[in-house]
């Protein structure tokens, strides 16, 4: 099973949620080329939604050349160049930087005072807090 995590409370559309997910498996090397995905209804089965949902993430995800599909073997991780990698990472990265300053900005945080928050929080994790 894989290791995907949705929200239905999130207001990001489940697919686009997995989408993201597989994406960061795949450019992390979590999932490596040629690794079989599960098919269409087992994924759908393992996160309770529609075959639907799945079905329009993996046909996303192979325009995109994430994954293959082979007519009658299965769907498989795709061959991706490291430039497209880091532009996944990084894009990925940068989102969440993004909605965490939003939400900090909700919070009527001034610029100075997300830095020290974000210098904390960073020097905590590197301790191993």
Known sequence: ????????????????????????LIAGGHLAAG????????????????????RRTYQDLEAQGFIQTVHGKGTFVAEI????KQEVMTTSVQEEFERA????MDYDYTANEIKIVFEE?????????
Do not use: C, F, W
């Open 35 to 54: 690794t079989p995905l599960p098919s269409i209804r087992v994924l759908s089965k393992d996160l309770e939604i529609s075959v639907i949902t799945i």
């Open 1 to 24: 099973m894989l290791p995907i995590r949705i929200s239905k409370d999130s207001r990001e559309p489940i697919y686009h949620q997995i989408e993201k997910q597989l994406k960061a």
């Open 101 to 104: 300053i939003r939400n900090a």
């Open 121 to 129: 929080t960073l020097k905590m994790l590197e301790k191993g807090e």
């Open 81 to 84: 160049n490291n430039n497209t």
